[in-house]
């Protein structure tokens, strides 16, 4: 197999295994050569690479040994080779593709540009599509990195980086872990955070949290959004912590990441060594309200100060940004509003969404933005929305928006939340048990505002009661309301596609006759889980599950209790259809 095959084929299987943004941020602009007979990925600059290295490398390599096991192993280095798109669904051109195909699900290949939610430009620097077009002298590099081999599970150790080294990702945990903490120091009661697994402890603890979630109402509280937290606040903010207008409580190593925020975090750290990058210039974050876009951004201007102290950044929210506007505009002192904000190194102007429609300002802005990018000064912009749904601002500010790095955050998955939750019971100085935790994380979701409102609260009764520890009973008792409100009952027909979905199966097959064991066991599992998530009676399931008799439902579930004892793979995908079927 050659190169030029092979390449499109992992692009495919990456695809399928990453998330849409993933892909395009990461894989998507990469391209292939051949040095010396040894098979080349060129990533295009130093932050791709060290992206490449810390998260991809081993996915690359296990493609490899999935598509040509007998090829050589690949090499990384910094440069621009041949550009290739993905393979699409159903290659036949090579043996090696009845692997491929058969474990990818059926899903379009997207390039880069043809993304439903970016427009041409965005998510790519200009020079992007450059890198489509081989050429002899493209493939020369600007430095002259040794060729290190991808193997699996080893980060590129080897390759020498000429700018200032990016720290991988498992770097940059180890040295968040070692900065100051800029949160008060813990009292002795409260137990160092901890990363939770929690699937390990999911299926142990799981009759305890529906026992919490099925508890009826004590009382018809208002839901959580009453406990929105106040953003935190300096009590005696320093005369420079005032000039920049960012919170110091906002920083990476207050921030938990997670699959939601990871490739945000990453650019974020990297703009904060190195602002003004053509490529993530503007940065602009977008999602869904309380997702953590203030606190990112803040966090990449206090490190961007930490890094470089003669910096000048400021945050400001485009409210204040528009009321700031209208009184120079009404004082007449245009001059002064100008100079205040051309300044800066780094501006951040949150929640763009509040420019639309204020013509004179999104034209003020236009100059502003004009100015910062074409000084190479960074900016980062909020919004709720992506750039293209902004219908009333200007368009000429929509597609610059467009020019650098469009990012959506996702709402935090459950580990996530259990990790924050963890993260914010220690800073406030009470231990959090794990099943506690995980309650609250399986049944506040959407957001981490509404997460730490449910937090606050339980903190609440955790002190009123003077009690030192939070546990499931507390938990659950302090936010019954809330969870009656938010919780919205698992269905079989949930469990039913959820269980389809995992073993790639069509939910027709569970329902149907067919007894070959990769129908049978999924279908007992689904009947197992379904047991174990509703209040449904045996008869019941073997009414959903295809008309069964109620002593094939206890076949099944005899079975699957037998399994989970013997059989610890097939315990991990019922832990994980657990948590999946709750999602
Ligand atoms: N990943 C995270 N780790 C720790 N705390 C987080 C994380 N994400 C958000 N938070 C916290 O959640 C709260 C809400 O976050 P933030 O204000 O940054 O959200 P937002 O996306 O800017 O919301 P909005 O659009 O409503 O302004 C803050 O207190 C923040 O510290």
Redesign the pocket.
């Known amino acids: 197999m050659t190169l030029a095959e092979f390449w499109p084929q992992c692009l495919r299987l990456l695809h399928a295994e990453l998330s849409e943004q993933q892909f395009k941020l990461a894989i998507a602009p990469l391209t292939v050569g051949m040095e010396n007979g040894a098979w080349v990925v060129y990533a295009k600059n130093q932050f791709a690479a060290n992206l490449l290295r810390a998260q991809y490398a081993d996915k690359i390599e296990s493609a490899r040994q999935k598509i040509a096991p007998d090829a050589p192993p690949l090499h990384i280095k910094i440069g621009t080779g041949e550009h290739h798109a993905a393979a699409p669904a159903a290659p036949n051109h090579t043996p090696q593709h009845t692997v491929a195909t058969t474990v990818l699900p059926e899903t379009p290949v997207q390039t880069p540009n043809n993304t439903p939610d970016t427009p041409p430009s965005a998510d790519a620097p200009p020079h992007a599509a450059n890198s489509a077009n081989t050429s002899a002298k493209n493939k020369k590099t600007p430095a002259k990195p040794r060729l290190c081999p991808i193997r699996s599970g080893q980060l590129f150790p080897d390759i020498p980086l000429p700018d200032a080294p990016l720290p991988t990702a498992r770097a940059m945990r180890s040295s968040a872990a070692e900065k100051p903490a800029k949160t008060p120091p813990l009292p002795a009661a409260a137990p160092p955070a901890r990363e939770y697994n929690a699937r390990e402890i999911i299926a142990r603890r799981l009759n305890n949290l529906r026992g919490g979630n099925s508890a009826p109402p004590k009382s018809p509280a208002p839901p959580a959004k009453d406990h929105k ?1 106040a ?2 606040k300096h009590e005696q903010p320093d005369p420079r912590q005032k000039a920049t207008n960012l919170s110091g ?2 920083t990476f190593d ?5 699959k ?2 990871h490739l945000a ?1 990453a650019i974020a750290k990297n703009i904060a060594e190195k602002p003004g990058d053509s490529m993530y210039n503007p940065f602009f974050i977008y ?12 966090a990449t201007g206090n490190a961007l100060l930490r890094h470089l102290p003669t910096a000048r950044a400021r945050y400001v929210h485009a409210n204040e940004y528009l009321k700031n506007f209208m009184a120079h505009a009404r004082n007449k002192t245009w001059d002064n509003f100008k100079q205040q904000y051309l300044q800066y190194d780094l501006l951040i102007l ?2 763009i969404q509040f420019l639309q429609g204020k013509e004179r300002t999104m034209e003020e802005f236009f100059i502003l933005f004009e100015h910062y990018r074409d000084n190479g000064r960074q900016i980062i912009l ?1 919004c ?1 929305q992506h750039p293209n749904s902004l219908t009333h601002m200007a368009k000429r500010l929509v597609s610059r928006f467009s020019w650098g790095m469009t990012l959506k ?1 996702e709402p ?1 998955e459950l580990e ?1 939340r259990v ?2 939750l963890a ?2 019971a220690q800073s406030a100085g009470v231990a959090l048990a794990e099943d506690a935790a995980l309650f609250i994380a399986q049944n506040i979701k959407q ?3 509404e ?2 409102g449910a937090l606050n609260r339980v903190l609440a009764r955790c002190r009123f009661e003077q009690r030192k520890r939070i546990d499931i009973d507390l938990a659950s008792d302090a936010l019954q309301d809330i969870i009656s409100v938010t919780h919205t009952p698992v269905t079989a027909e949930k469990i039913m596609k959820t269980v389809a979905d995992f073993h790639q199966i069509r939910v027709s097959d569970l329902l149907g006759k067919k007894r070959s064991r990769n129908i049978a066991r999924p279908r007992q599992l689904a009947m197992a889980i379904t047991k174990e998530l509703t209040n449904m009676s045996l008869p019941a399931i073997g009414e959903v599950f295809g008309g069964r008799d109620h002593t094939t439902v206890m076949h099944a579930l005899k079975t699957i209790d037998k399994l989970l004892d013997e059989d610890q793979s097939l315990r991990q995908d019922y832990d994980k259809l657990l948590i999946l079927a709750q999602h």
Do not use: A, F
Not at 287 to 298: A, D
């Open positions: 937290p953003k935190p409580e906002y207050s921030l938990v990441e997670g939601g925020n975090v999602g869904s309200t309380g997702l953590g876009k203030t606190h990112l951004t803040q949150d929640d909020t709720d955050l935090p996530m990790n924050i993260r914010k957001n981490v505002r997460l730490e």
